[in-house]
T-cell receptor
Framework: AQRVTQPEKLLSVFKGAPVELKCNYS??????LFWYVQYSRQRLQLLLR??SRESIKGFTADLNKGETSFHLKKPFAQEEDSAMYYC??????????????FGQGTILTVHP | EAGVAQSPRYKIIEKRQSVAFWCNPI?????LYWYQQILGQGPKLLIQ????????DSQLPKDRFSAERLKGVDSTLKIQPAKLEDSAVYLC????????????????FGPGTRLTVL
């Protein structure tokens, strides 16, 4: 069964500091992973996906199949990055095609 | 384009009462999802529709939850009767295709309905 683990429920950093939100997954096939973000009073929205290999709002995430990880990183955190972040695993096959499995989420707080 | 719409935004009911939530996905999106998000947890899939057919309802508590998408557009999720542990945010999401007909894997979420069961 697929599983996503975000070990940190809360993460606090100061503005300008590097930040890393951890995500580990368990999946028998070839994984497709996403990071979703929810800012205060806004809906859940896609931040980035590993397939795109893009940087969004200064965030990057690299899929490490050996360590089954997809950690989200930003070299210099900003106050506007404060939000809830969810790592999600996409099921690309079988009877659960199109299903997203979410981690428990990490609340990031960036202090001024 | 307009986003996923949900109503109501908030609902407070007593246990054993019934409640229904409504979702209108992004126009043209064939796949619709209902998630339950309990406080402190990530969203958990309840049911997935492809047009008007159910693809996955393995985690839907069918003794009390039901969902339909009769015309393959909007959808309703019902709880009857509600229990205290049903207090959660219910999220609707949809997924579509690009101009070439390739399926997007990105899901677009609605604002959610916050249900409180007393």
């Amino acid at each position: 069964a697929q599983r996503v683990t975000q070990p940190e429920k809360l993460l606090s950093v100061f503005k300008g500091a590097p930040v890393e939100l951890k995500c580990n997954y368990s999946y028998s096939g070839s994984p497709e992973l996403f990071w979703y973000v929810q800012y205060s009073r806004q809906r859940l929205q896609l931040l980035l996906r590993h397939i795109s290999r893009e940087s969004i709002k200064g965030f990057t995430a690299d899929l490490n199949k050996g360590e089954t990880s997809f950690h989200l990183k930003k070299p210099f955190a900003q106050e506007e990055d404060s939000a809830m972040y969810y790592c999600a695993l996409y099921n690309a096959g079988g009877t659960s095609y199109g299903k997203l499995t979410f981690g428990q989420g990490t609340i990031l707080t960036v202090h001024p | 384009e307009a986003g996923v719409a949900q109503s109501p935004r908030y609902k407070i009911i007593e246990k054993r009462q019934s409640v229904a939530f409504w979702c209108n996905p992004i126009s043209g999106h064939a796949t619709l999802y209902w998630y339950q998000q309990i406080l402190g947890q990530g969203p958990k899939l309840l049911i997935q529709f492809q047009n008007n057919g159910v693809v996955d309802d393995s985690q839907l508590p069918k003794d009390r939850f039901s969902a339909e998408r009769l015309k393959g557009v909007d959808s309703t999720l019902k709880i009857q009767p509600a229990k205290l542990e049903d207090s959660a945010v219910y999220l609707c999401a949809s997924r579509g295709t690009d101009r070439q007909g390739m399926v997007y894997n990105e899901q677009f979420f609605g604002p959610g309905t916050r249900l409180t069961v007393l």
